[in-house]
Structures are given as C-alpha cells and as structure tokens.
C-alpha cells in the first residue's frame, strides 16, 4: 500500500461510510484499509493433520527391517464475502471497489456488479501418503566371521511410495438482493473458478552396497529406479544410479610417523559419480 502520510484513511464521508481510494496524488496504487474492513469479511478454516508411524525390528544378528508409514491431512474452507458497495460515494466516483480478485481493490469493471457484493467460497482438501519399508544387512567379517581383514560390509534395500490427491473447488456468486440478511443462494449471478481434481503417484526401489576397510578406505554403488503417474501408465521407469569410493591415507602408519602427518594429521581423497532426475 504506497499511501503518501497526508492522506486520512480515518475520514469518514458524511454519509458514515469510508472511501476507499482519495485519488492519485494519495499514492499511484493506495488503498484504505478502512474501507477493506467495513465491506469485507473472510472467514478462513483450516485443519492440518499429520500423523506418522515407524517401526523397527533387528533379527538374526545381521538384519534390521524398519517400516515407516506418514499421513498429511488438509482441510480448507475459506469464505470470503463482500458487502453491497452500490451506496458508497466514493466507490461510484471512482469505480473502484473490493471483489474476489482482489482483497483490496479492483478497477473500472461495473459489469462485474462485484460493487453490489459478492460470496465467494474456497474449498480444498489434500491427502498426502508415504509409505517406506527397507531392510538392512551388516555385516563384520572379522569378529563375526573370523577374518583376519577388517572388512566390514553394509547392504540397504528400501521401497518408496508416495500418493498425494488435492480436490479444490471455487464458486462465487455476485449481485446481492436489496433486503438483508442474504445468502449466496440469493444472489443473481453465479461463476464457478475452479473444479479440479489433482493425483499424483511415485514409486520406486532404492538399493546400496558399500564396504569399509577398517578406516582406510571404502567404495559404494547403488541406484534408484522411480515410477511417476505424471507420465502415464504406460511411461518406462527412470533409474538413478551412483558409485562413491575414498582413500583415508593419514591412517595409513608410514603418514601417521612420518613427519607429513605432523603437519598433515588428517588426509582423505574422495570420488563420485551419480545421476539425479
């Protein structure tokens, strides 16, 4: 609101009612917000509701399974009502007043008759589900198996689901009756602005291996394969994969004793390669 300090959203015109524009020398797009709240009333409703569950269970000394399940829950119902500006002075000088467009103001459209008043209503709900099971294998082939090599070896298998439906529908009515108390189901003119149904699913699978040689080096490989229904039933699945591998030669003892490792006591090189989509 680029309002100029010398205008008076206080004023009141000698009828009671607010003005809702004083012209542009008050500002190039000022606005009362006087005005605004005299003729306007939005009620906004929301629920927000997210729940999660996980559960974990290590068997057999090697496995770990985990289940993991999140819900997100949305309710909107968002009402927006504009009262009757047909009697103010000052909307019909300057063909300005409030409709759904805009909470603040529109300009020079009086075959809208928005400035006879207005009921819009807003309502969305969205459902969000994501559901992830993995399983997990270490394994520790020197105290486990006896291995005089300090190899360690770590297998992560996971899949991941995710579903997302949103419904939004927006109806608004305009022309309100000459006698109060009224509801949209008085009014004249009627205009639905949305009617839409969105759903989206993905899916995939998630697969890494890596191994460790006690802390000197290690590599790892995987990949992710994903669904998307944005590409129809019929779209092919997209697979992501990735390679990663470091060398810790600080741990090494020739580094450890010699005297680049006073000055260096840590050093590890580390490469990779992935893709992502």
Known sequence: NNTRPFADYRFRMPDGNFGGFFGPAAG????????????????????DLVQNFNLNYRFL???EADVKYGLNYQNRDFRFE???????????YWQAWIDYGSHLLSWAFPQSL?????????????TFQHFQPSLTMRLDFKNDFG??????STTYGSFDYRNNFTKTYIVSATDAPSFSPYTAQNMLNFRVWEDRVYKFITYGYLFDQKFDYGNLAGIAAGFRTDYSSAFGSGSKPFTFPHVNGYLRLSAFSFWEKGAT????????FRAAYGEAG
Not at 115 to 122: L, R, V, Y
């Open 28 to 47: 190039p797009n000022g606005s009362n917000p006087n005005f605004v709240f005299q003729y306007c009333r939005p009620e906004d409703q929301r629920l």
């Open 114 to 126: 928005t400035e006879t008043g207005e009921i819009s209503d807003q309502q969305q709900k969205s």
């Open 61 to 63: 000394k090697f496995f």
């Open 147 to 152: 291995w005089k090599l300090p190899l360690t």
């Open 82 to 92: 504009v009262y009757p500006q047909d009697d103010n002075l000052n909307s019909a």
């Open 261 to 268: 490792g006073r000055i260096f006591p840590e050093l590890k």
